[in-house]
């Protein structure tokens, strides 16, 4: 079991930066596959980013475009999500999440445990 709680959504003017921090708890946070995804009004979630329980990225969403970075400190129990040149189309609620599984893709139903999500407003 792991509970995650996301922080550092806000408001930002399009080129900006934000950076996205998720907490976990839970003796397995550690060993577990852990991804950023986002969902915009009327729109799917999708995922933004991957990282396995070693630290090493797995998947980027192509919209990323080499703006975002994904990381994770096992013991810190934290993974964060770096956010340059911030466009508009970022806008959306940005959570964090976890997943059990073995082997793990970057579909949102391969990950069992979610944060509340953090709102990123990207203005223009």
């Known amino acids: 079991q792991v509970q995650l709680v996301e922080s550092g959504g806000g408001l930002v003017q399009a080129g900006g930066s934000l950076r996205l921090s998720c907490a976990g708890s839970?003796?397995?946070?550690?060993?577990?596959?852990l991804g950023w995804f986002r969902q915009a009004p009327g729109k799917e979630r999708e995922s933004v980013a991957t990282?396995?329980?070693?630290?090493?990225?797995?998947s980027y969403g192509e919209f990323v475009e080499g703006r975002f970075t994904i990381s994770r400190d096992n013991a810190k129990k934290t993974m964060w999500l770096q956010m340059n040149s911030l466009k508009p189309e970022d806008t959306a609620v940005y959570y964090c999440a976890a997943s059990s599984f073995a082997a793990v893709g970057n579909s949102p139903n391969e990950f069992d445990f979610w944060g509340q999500g953090t709102q990123v407003t990207v203005s223009s």
């Open positions: 839970g003796r397995t946070f550690g060993v577990w596959t």
């Open positions: 990282i396995d329980w070693r630290g090493r990225v797995e």
